[in-house]
């Protein structure tokens, strides 16, 4: 063992993201990685909308999803500096919207929880609605505007951090935590083989959509007839559909739910049933008895983890953080909610 | 040029088909494919339907129709035998189903018809329907069974014709008619470009799904809030699900179309929506201005061609008749009103 050498376990978007910040701070780094596209950034839509994600009683999380929201676009610029990736950083601003008015019913009282902590959400009408987002359908009864969510491109995020590691990537599958040296866990629902934590894999299937660029502007996140979806589009036409959640470990895409991700997206923007359907993808997010990630000492590592719907925006934070205890041994405040000891 | 020759441009179920024939007459063939399964056989659930596909107004075409299923049982025990491959020829019979009253009134019309060009057409109330298929939908209107209605697999009908042919199927793709020999024209759309004659390519999507084999075991052909929508269950648990129709000569996977068959599937079939999605296939199926094929001479050459919808159904007899052309000269009557003369 060699004095500040570190291996982190997972080569996702959270463990290269911890990865990279150790390097800058002076560490030797091995990324172990069993190669592959099958971490949940995959499928990951790429918002980073504290205001559209915020859920009740999520006080805490949506704390650290407000710090990590602040902290994107300097980490999405240095990205780009350093690789001259463009990782897809976009600052049109939120969409959420209801289409019956049971639904907007239900998406009022999350939108006044999410004033309460102080998160910009400011309600719309059908025509105030339709004048940000035309390709929005005259059918919906409301909606309304976080103008400070964003969203990025998690498959360019992590094609960026990939270029910037290089060989300190290593392709190897890992069955136990490697001994001898410090080890930073940051193995998605793996997580959960390798240190008796619990962290469940979480089943989502998203849809890829493409067609004309800037038929759609702003990611869209909606309620139609009870069916939540969310809409993402990007800049080359690509319009991300997502996602549902279910307690399952297989891979398969099931018919009912593409249908049902197909019929809410069109039932708030009719003319992606235009669009081409080029893409279904199956991943797992990890996620965690009370759904907030793993941060910090666990026994002899270090976990990051257990991120559920939240990897991508929390991955900032989580980095900076989990670098600093890493390589300077300083637990920062921020971290005491997560720690994986609330589940030992 | 060798007396007995014959080359079969197309390598399709319908050129195949031809080729297989010709052979058993001793000729020498030749099949020109550019390889692939770029045909219309490899989307095609294989319904052998006339009392399912007969439209109004195509009297001429249903008697070749139904003379054409007449030979199927010989023609897939035939290919089981000279190769060991099922080709999962299934004799349970079809269901046609209405959701509302309104596609019930649809349906009733075209039933009459059937039942005047003398095709085996019962109706049934809803829970008749239920009784024979107990994965349809308690929220029929109602139906029909078509006791003489058949299917096959055309993807296994393909493999077998292949494995009989042989090295006869030269993997080249021909820009003009062969000169010096003898040749049937069997390319499907590309017959239009080798002819000029006018064969159109009619975009077809099908989806495959899969699931518990025998939960679905009838074909099904229905019509779900005016969409018309067939179901074709394999013994494996697969479902076809078809099929779209586009005058349109791209192969994109269009979302709405996605999302309109598998809703005119989940409303005639709940537990479809369990099923996996496993495949999107977009094909072109040959048309001609009346619909029916091109069968026999025009100019230097034989045509066998633009059987649109039917080309499953209708390779038994258009294999026949076309061999004793080319082999003996013979036009059998049957031939008459489809000769590519009528467009000339």
Same mark, same amino acid.
């Given at each position: ?99 019956? *008015? ?194 910090? *000492? ?47």
């Amino acid at each position: 063992m060699t004095a500040g050498e570190v291996v982190v376990v997972g080569g996702g978007i959270i463990g290269l993201a911890v990865a990279w910040r150790c390097v800058q701070r002076g560490l030797a780094v091995t990324v172990h990685d069993d190669g592959g596209d099958d971490g949940a950034w995959y499928a990951a839509a790429g918002m980073l909308a504290p205001a559209g994600e915020a859920g009740f009683g999520q006080d805490t999380l949506t704390e650290l999803m407000v710090e990590s929201a602040g902290r994107w676009p300097a980490f999405a610029a240095e990205l780009a500096r350093e690789t001259g990736i463009d990782v897809g950083y976009d600052s049109t601003g939120t969409l959420t919207v209801a289409l019956t *008015a049971d639904d907007l019913a239900e998406a009022q009282r999350l939108w006044a929880y999410r004033r309460s902590l102080g998160l910009g959400v400011s309600p719309l009408g059908p025509s105030a609605l339709r004048d940000l987002e035309p390709a929005l359908s005259p059918r919906l009864r409301g909606g309304a505007h976080a103008p400070d969510d964003r969203q990025v491109d998690p498959r360019r995020v992590v094609a960026a951090l990939r270029a910037i590691l290089g060989d300190a990537v290593v392709r190897r599958r890992v069955d136990e935590v490697p001994a001898g040296v410090p080890v930073v866990v940051a193995a998605g629902s793996g997580t959960a083989r390798l240190t008796g934590l619990p962290v469940r894999p979480v089943k989502g299937l998203v849809l890829r959509l493409r067609g004309e660029p800037g038929v759609l502007r702003h990611v869209v996140s909606g309620w139609a007839d009870g069916r939540h979806v969310y809409l993402v589009p990007r800049a080359d036409g690509e319009v991300i559909v997502g996602a549902t959640q279910e307690e399952r470990t297989d891979h398969t895409v099931t018919a009912g739910h593409v249908l049902d991700l197909l019929r809410a997206a069109t039932d708030l923007v009719p003319v992606l049933g235009e669009f081409d359907l080029v893409e279904t993808v199956v991943r797992h997010r990890p996620a965690t008895p009370d759904n907030a990630p793993l941060l910090g *000492a666990a026994g002899d590592v270090i976990v990051a983890a257990g991120h559920h719907r939240n990897g991508v925006l929390l991955a900032p934070v989580t980095a900076d953080l989990i670098a600093d205890l890493v390589a300077w041994g300083k637990p920062d405040p921020l971290l005491d909610a997560f720690s994986p000891g609330r589940f030992v």
